[in-house]
């Protein structure tokens, strides 16, 4: 409490202005670093097995239905991390949940690196599905309620980053590995984000929101005057808080989802935000890009594995564009410009795919349609959705509420990696990225009627609009 009582007077009577103008102090980019490293340990779960793959059914002789399920295996995990994570991380406390995440990580890691049967590999799989489902879910939690809302929306846009960061190392690690044929080592090098997350998990706070919504009043004060610099800026939160939770009543989790029709509001929107992300179709791109590539007319292992890194920089490079504009222009114009240029381009891909990619400028022409669409969802889906999912639910239903629809990420996450290929050979090329550019044109309208505007508005705040009933794409205001 001592550094406490050295803010107060730079405290003051605590206005909304001056706290925007409050300094950040270093120990929440110590949490923001934390919450990072979750993301780049997601992105390497997810990228890690499209080179690792083909080296797996070398070895271990598998039929295609079997190669599906060592890839989509991680996804189930996956799944039911996410969905049990906003238990874990409501008894346990964020801090605890991201310590299990990493173990999870490692023993899942090891697991694969050390299989010897296919059974043995699945295993570790779904470990390390469940690892990545906790951290899905948890990391954009607690960077939601440790950061300052001034700097929320870049926050956990910068947790995006280190996600394509993480495609984009395993892209580069698989073809590393490549030349000695190893897929047990592009496992093994899961081990050193896994161990950095474990210690990096002991040295940051609670969530002051965790505390304080498990009646750990003096806790949640004491933690908090640690992450911000003014003394007025710990009591306008902590009294903005103790308002939303007197506002809620005693019902938490699924007991307010079953008796607060406003909460299913929230809950609702969550789910179809990561649905919607989900059928943008990037991960059509991120796990079958040489395929596509191929079907685009480039033929040869090393064109389409060149290609693949260059979706991988592309992905990452392109997520900067959220970084600086997520709370300068605000959410809903970001994302109404990605849903227009990936409609657009799977148009452009669809249409090679129709007249035939047979000349190099085609060819070209269809690569660059692509990466314009990665463009698109870095810029916009990828960070916006899961800024928006950490933003939208009230604190007491927050952990069931974020936990739905990280839930209902990672299941549309597994259709679109089963379907495609079924798409691709019942109807085609030409209509699948036909579907794909009227869906993305569909989600422009979706935007428009359901999704808030968030920036630059507190937690607080936005819940007190939804639960006193205004429309979802007013609760921002
Ligand atoms: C999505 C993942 C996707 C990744 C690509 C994330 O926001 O949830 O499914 O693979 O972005 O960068």
Redesign the pocket.
């Known amino acids: 409490m001592a550094n406490q009582t050295s803010k107060s007077e730079s405290g003051g009577q605590p206005t909304p202005e001056s706290i925007a103008h409050a300094d950040i102090v270093p120990k929440v980019w110590l949490s923001c670093g934390l919450a990072a490293l979750a993301g780049l340990l997601f ?1 390497m779960d ?1 990228g890690v097995i499209s080179g690792a793959i083909g080296f797996i059914v070398k070895e271990f002789h598998v039929s295609s239905f079997v190669e599906g399920w060592i890839v989509s295996s991680m996804m189930v995990g996956a799944t039911i991390g996410a969905l049990g994570a906003g238990w874990v991380s409501k008894t346990l406390g964020r801090k605890k949940a991201l310590l299990l995440s990493s173990l999870l990580f490692l023993i899942g890691a090891l697991v694969a690196v050390i299989a010897h049967s296919v059974t043995v590999l699945v295993v570790g799989r779904i470990v390390l599905g469940l690892a990545v489902g906790v951290a ?1 879910f948890t990391a954009p939690l607690y960077l939601s309620e440790v950061t300052p809302e001034r700097i929320r929306g870049t926050t956990i846009s910068f947790y ?1 980053l280190m ?2 960061v993480g ?1 984009l190392a395993a892209f580069i690690s698989d073809a590393a590995f490549s030349y000695i044929e190893s897929w047990r080592w592009m496992f093994g090098v899961l081990v050193i984000p896994a161990a950095l997350l474990f210690f990096g998990a002991l040295a940051v706070p609670n969530s002051p929101r965790w505390l304080a919504a498990k009646d750990r009043f003096d806790e949640a004060r004491d933690v908090l005057s640690k992450l911000r610099s003014t003394s007025g800026e710990v009591d306008y939160e902590m009294g903005e808080i103790r308002e939303a939770l007197e506002l809620e009543g005693e019902a938490k989790g699924f007991q307010m989802f079953r008796h607060n029709p406003n909460f299913r509001r929230s809950v609702f929107l969550g789910v179809a935000l990561q649905l919607v ?2 059928f943008t179709g ?2 059509v791109i ?1 796990y079958y890009a040489p395929k596509i590539f191929q079907l685009s007319g480039f033929d040869g292992t090393s064109a389409s594995l060149w290609a693949t890194v260059v979706t991988g920089l592309t ?1 990452v490079l392109a997520t900067f564009i959220a970084i600086v504009f997520i709370d300068r222009l605000g959410r809903k114009p970001i994302l109404y410009a990605g849903f227009f240029i990936m409609a657009v381009s799977m148009a452009v891909l669809s249409f090679i795919l129709h007249i035939g990619a047979d000349s190099t400028v085609l060819q070209y022409t269809a690569m660059g349609a692509v990466l314009v669409f990665v463009v698109g ?2 810029m916009s ?3 916006l ?2 800024t928006l999912c950490a933003e939208i639910q009230p604190i007491q239903g927050r952990d069931f509420g974020i936990g739905a629809s990280t839930g209902a ?1 990672w299941i549309g ?1 597994y259709c679109v990696g089963q379907f495609f290929p079924v798409m691709l050979a019942g109807i085609g090329g030409p209509w699948t990225f036909g579907i794909l550019a009227l869906v993305n044109a569909l989600f422009i309208v979706f935007v428009l009627k359901f999704v808030p505007e968030t920036k630059g508005i507190s937690l607080e705040k936005i819940e007190k609009n939804l639960l006193s009933g205004k429309p979802l794409k007013q609760i921002g205001v």
Do not use: D
Request: proline share 5%.
């Open positions: 992105g997810i899905s995006q996600v394509t495609i992300q989900q990037m991960n991120m992905n969802f870095a889906a990828g960070p959705i899961w990420n996450n």
